[in-house]
Each structure stands twice: as structure tokens, then as C-alpha cells.
């Protein structure tokens, strides 16, 4: 196994628990091939049938829902060790609920459904990853409709940036998105994430330069 691709799958929480040589001896008796997508193609359409098993083993795959009058919210990003629509590969519909473009080169690990399977029966901490990784499916989604649904503007925007500072660990955050996608993702218009994070600045809450953000005050974001 290429050792990009094996680095990918340590990062999988399928592989949680598991060495890379426990991974890499996991694998070896499981039929699978790389897929390659270049930037911007369509992966998947809304409604398309999920026909496989995909890993992300590097780049970015970006889900987008759309309402009737063609809005479009940013539901999710893939990275490299992301299972690809995890709920949809042994539901009763296994139509997809968004669509997926690339937004960058992208290489997928493809296993047929009946190979992955196998791959989660052939080890019971496969097996109970796979159950954990259903399960916070639930917990992001009741999180990102609640969101998405109740906060405003501001409460969006501020939530956003107090996700980043925990992910990166820094009151010092980088934005790796552009205003738009940002937008996007919360389903807001482009203007009103400028004008919140334009107050929160006026407010000295924060400090923008570009992508990087300062979080001056916390309390000033409330």
C-alpha cells in the first residue's frame, strides 16, 4: 500500500485504535482502487445513488444542499480520511441528499459494498468505529441544523470563529476559506458576514488582517 494512502487511512476513525501496520494488515485481503477527480468535477448530484464505499485519501470534496428557489448551503468538507456519506452506503435509500464537487485534485479509496463489509466484519474494532462514526453523524447534524436554523447572523459568525480557535488551539485563527464559502456554509449573504465581523472589530472584539483573526474579547461577541 502507497504510504499516502495508508497515512490517509491512519487518519480514517474507521482505523481509530489501530496502528498502520494493524491497518495495513487489515487491508491487505480487501479489493479496492484509487479514484482520481480533478479540481472542480462533479463527484456526486443530489439523488445520484451511492453505488460504493469511498475514503477520502487526499484533497477536498465539498457538500452543498440546495433549496428549490437554488439557494445553496455548504453542508460539509471532506479531507483526506473522511468517509464519504457513511449513512447512505447500507440505507434502505441510498440516494444522495447533496451534492459533492471537488474543490481541489482529489483521490478516493473505492471498496464495493460487499468488500466493505467484510472489511468491517473481519475486525471488531472496525466494526465499532464504523457504529461510533454513525452515531456522531446524529450529534453533527442536530448541531448544524440547530445552527443553521435558530442562531443569527451574529451568533453564526461568532460560532464560527470560537470553532476555529478550538480546532487550532490559538486565539490567533486562520481563515483557510474565502468570505464567500464561509457565507455559504451558514447559508448567509456574503455583505452580512462582512458587516458582523466588521462590528466585531468596531466593537474590539476582534482584530482582522485578511484570513487571520485575533479574538481580543470573547464577551464582546455575545
Same mark, same amino acid.
Given at each position: 500500500?502507497?504510504?499516502?494512502?495508508?497515512? @490517509?487511512?491512519?487518519?480514517?476513525?474507521?482505523?481509530?485504535?489501530?496502528?498502520?501496520?494493524? %491497518?495495513?494488515? @487489515?487491508?491487505?485481503?480487501?479489493?479496492?482502487?484509487?479514484?482520481?477527480?480533478?479540481?472542480?468535477?462533479?463527484?456526486?448530484?443530489?439523488?445520484?445513488?451511492?453505488?460504493?464505499?469511498? %475514503?477520502?485519501?487526499?484533497? %477536498?470534496?465539498?457538500?452543498?444542499?440546495?433549496?428549490?428557489?437554488? #439557494?445553496?448551503? *455548504?453542508?460539509?468538507? $471532506? &479531507?483526506?480520511?473522511?468517509?464519504?456519506?457513511?449513512?447512505?452506503?447500507?440505507?434502505?435509500?441510498?440516494?444522495?441528499?447533496?451534492?459533492? *464537487?471537488?474543490?481541489?485534485?482529489?483521490?478516493?479509496? &473505492?471498496?464495493? #459494498?460487499? /468488500?466493505?463489509?467484510? $472489511? +468491517?466484519? =473481519?475486525?471488531?474494532? +472496525?466494526?465499532?468505529?464504523?457504529? !461510533?462514526?454513525?452515531?456522531? %453523524?446524529?450529534?453533527?447534524?442536530?448541531?448544524?441544523?440547530?445552527?443553521?436554523?435558530?442562531?443569527?447572523? !451574529?451568533?453564526?459568525?461568532?460560532?464560527?470563529?470560537? *470553532?476555529? /480557535?478550538? *480546532?487550532?488551539?490559538?486565539?490567533?485563527?486562520?481563515?483557510?476559506?474565502?468570505?464567500?464559502?464561509?457565507?455559504? =456554509?451558514?447559508?448567509?449573504?456574503?455583505?452580512?458576514?462582512? &458587516?458582523?465581523?466588521?462590528?466585531?472589530?468596531?466593537?474590539? @472584539?476582534? #482584530?482582522?488582517?485578511?484570513?487571520?483573526?485575533?479574538?481580543?474579547?470573547? =464577551?464582546?461577541?455575545?
Amino acid at each position: 500500500m502507497e504510504e499516502k494512502t495508508l497515512k @490517509a487511512l491512519s487518519k480514517c476513525p474507521l482505523f481509530t485504535g489501530m496502528s498502520e501496520t494493524e %491497518i495495513e494488515i @487489515a487491508m491487505a485481503g480487501t479489493s479496492y482502487k484509487l479514484v482520481d477527480y480533478d479540481r472542480h468535477d462533479i463527484y456526486a448530484l443530489t439523488g445520484m445513488p451511492y453505488k460504493a464505499a469511498d %475514503i477520502v485519501v487526499s484533497g %477536498i470534496l465539498v457538500c452543498r444542499m440546495s433549496s428549490l428557489s437554488g #439557494k445553496q448551503v *455548504e453542508v460539509s468538507r $471532506l &479531507r483526506a480520511g473522511n468517509i464519504v456519506a457513511p449513512a447512505f452506503i447500507f440505507g434502505k435509500s441510498t440516494d444522495m441528499p447533496v451534492s459533492v *464537487e471537488t474543490d481541489s485534485d482529489v483521490t478516493v479509496l &473505492r471498496m464495493q #459494498k460487499p /468488500v466493505f463489509r467484510s $472489511l +468491517i466484519a =473481519s475486525d471488531e474494532r +472496525i466494526m465499532t468505529n464504523f457504529i !461510533r462514526v454513525l452515531s456522531n %453523524i446524529d450529534v453533527f447534524l442536530t448541531q448544524r441544523m440547530r445552527v443553521l436554523s435558530l442562531f443569527t447572523v !451574529r451568533e453564526k459568525v461568532a460560532y464560527l470563529l470560537m *470553532e476555529r /480557535v478550538g *480546532e487550532q488551539g490559538s486565539n490567533v485563527i486562520h481563515l483557510h476559506r474565502s468570505r464567500q464559502e464561509i457565507a455559504d =456554509s451558514f447559508g448567509i449573504q456574503k455583505f452580512s458576514l462582512l &458587516r458582523v465581523l466588521a462590528d466585531f472589530q468596531k466593537q474590539g @472584539a476582534i #482584530k482582522v488582517n485578511g484570513r487571520e483573526i485575533t479574538i481580543l474579547d470573547r =464577551s464582546k461577541m455575545k
